[in-house]
């Protein structure tokens, strides 16, 4: 593939992301898909022949890669400073898309879990890889029961981001935090 069509499938991808995270599996149809990424029509079914499962699997690649990085550069001098800055991180990027951009992963999961073996499954290994990052920094940081602990902090970080994108407030993450230092 060439400089232009990595730059298409780029577009093509970003544009993806941007609709699940704000709209979900549903609200990022392939002619919202198109027109937000200035890509030809053609060039969609070219990079991504298995259509828009295919291509909604690739932005959740992409996005869960992007946001496992971000978990393990986070600077934080323990398990309990690693996960109120975690949520904090998390929490300033919601209100600065004004309520609009929450977790796509759990956008996309709410939407099609159930129905759709194809994104299901990569909507589970998007939030496998977030675990495994979020498991390394707590096994980093010496905490006794870094599984455990894992899979409640995922669960109370994604419950935490869709209360207070319902509630357009940051109190529900900042009880979260709280309720991290408390468990961490």
């Not at 496992?68 to 001098?77: K, P, W």
């Amino acid at each position: 593939m060439g400089k232009k069509g990595a730059e298409t499938r780029c577009k093509l991808i970003k544009a993806t992301r941007s609709l699940i995270e704000s709209h979900g599996y549903f609200g990022a149809g392939l002619n919202q898909i198109v027109q937000e990424s200035g890509a030809p029509r053609g060039s969609l079914y070219f990079h991504f022949p298995g259509g828009k499962d295919e291509l909604v699997a690739a932005a959740l690649a992409e996005s869960g890669t992007s946001i496992a990085s971000i978990i393990r550069t986070i600077e934080a001098t323990d398990a309990r400073d690693f996960a109120r800055k975690m949520v904090n991180l998390l929490g300033d990027q919601l209100e600065a898309s004004n309520w609009t951009i929450g977790c796509p992963v759990a956008a996309v999961a709410l939407d099609t879990a159930s129905t759709n073996d194809a994104v299901q499954q990569a909507c589970s290994a998007t939030y496998q890889l977030w675990e495994a990052a979020i498991r390394e920094r707590l096994i980093g940081f010496g905490h006794p029961e870094p599984e455990r602990i894992t899979t409640v902090a995922l669960a109370l970080i994604e419950g935490g981001l869709v209360l207070a994108r319902t509630h357009r407030s940051r109190q529900p993450l900042q009880h979260l935090a709280d309720t991290i230092d408390v468990l961490v």
